[in-house]
């Protein structure tokens, strides 16, 4: 008996942003149109950087970009999926590498975050204060107020780059495009996941984690063309997955439960059936009568 080859994963709809929660979409979005910048294509100045929009997820989280007409994105700016070996301490520090991205804010030609602009307007505030009353030298005041703006600034790429270690990320390209295909097809066995806590729904969802986690270590390294045997193998095990999964959520027909729990079935009606309550019964004195 040969296996069926699976059928191929672009007639399943595409991934989309905040699918299950709509509303966070529109919040975000509009959130966006009024604070940033919306890139709105080649009209827009060099360099101009859109906003994007983060969507965390189970396995990692998904960067999508605002259109300037106000509908979907179509494609992800950007997908980080984590590594499924990691320990409790490295799952806190992906939780901080999946916040949200902190805007900057321009000062003539730099840009800084608004924590390290907050934290140098109070650091001077300190260091004045310090200084007149005269309880901190001036020689102290100084370097801490100089050093307090570069240490924000500084200290989250740090931390990111420590926890990048557990992270594969991915820009737009076409090594994007086909994780999100992936992501896609690990988006049912969540689905699936959710719905069941069947251990062979369960263990399908973690083999689909492992195979995106590889799929884009993989392309990290590589390209799509060097590697396009290996990422049609993973493709079609991630099909099989979905496909197996959902056979074992399908019930069968003889499983189908009763329409009314608690009572029996309705027998149906016909010449072999019990007779029917008000059907009327046959009088014995009419037939001696007769």
Not at 213 to 238: K, N, P, W, Y
Request: with cysteine; hydrophobic share 40%; glycine share 6%.
């Amino acid at each position: 008996m040969t296996n069926r080859t699976p059928l191929a994963s672009d007639s399943m709809d595409p991934l989309r942003p905040f699918r299950q929660q709509p509303r966070r979409w529109a919040r975000a979005q509009a959130r966006a149109l009024r604070g940033g910048h919306v890139c709105c294509g080649a009209d827009c100045a060099k360099g101009c950087e859109p906003v994007l929009i983060r969507e965390r997820t189970g396995w990692g989280w998904i960067d999508w970009t605002v259109p300037a007409d106000g509908s979907l994105p179509h494609e992800p700016d950007r997908i980080a999926v984590f590594s499924p070996l990691a320990n409790r301490a490295q799952r806190l520090a992906l939780r901080w590498l999946a916040r949200r991205p902190g805007h900057r804010i321009c000062l003539g030609p730099l840009a800084v975050r608004p924590a390290t602009g907050a934290v140098t307007v109070l650091a001077l505030i300190a260091a004045t204060l310090a200084t007149l009353h005269g309880r901190v030298p001036l020689s102290i005041t100084v370097p801490a107020a100089a050093l307090a703006p570069l240490l924000v600034e500084h200290l989250p790429d740090v931390l990111d780059a420590r926890a990048g270690e557990h992270a594969r990320v991915l820009d737009a390209g076409p090594a994007c495009r086909y994780l999100h295909r992936l992501a896609s097809l690990h988006a049912t066995l969540t689905d699936a996941a959710a719905r069941s806590d069947q251990y062979r729904v369960r263990r399908a969802l973690q083999i689909g984690h492992d195979q995106l986690f590889e799929t884009a270590d993989l392309l990290q390294r590589r390209d799509t063309r060097s590697v396009s045997a290996v990422l049609i193998t993973r493709e079609r095990l991630m099909l099989q997955l979905v496909a197996r999964t959902a056979e074992i959520l399908t019930p069968m027909a003889g499983d189908a439960p009763s329409a009314c729990p608690g009572r029996p079935a309705r027998q149906p009606t016909g010449r072999t059936g019990p007779r029917s309550r008000h059907q009327p019964q046959p009088n014995p004195q009419r037939t001696l009568h007769r």
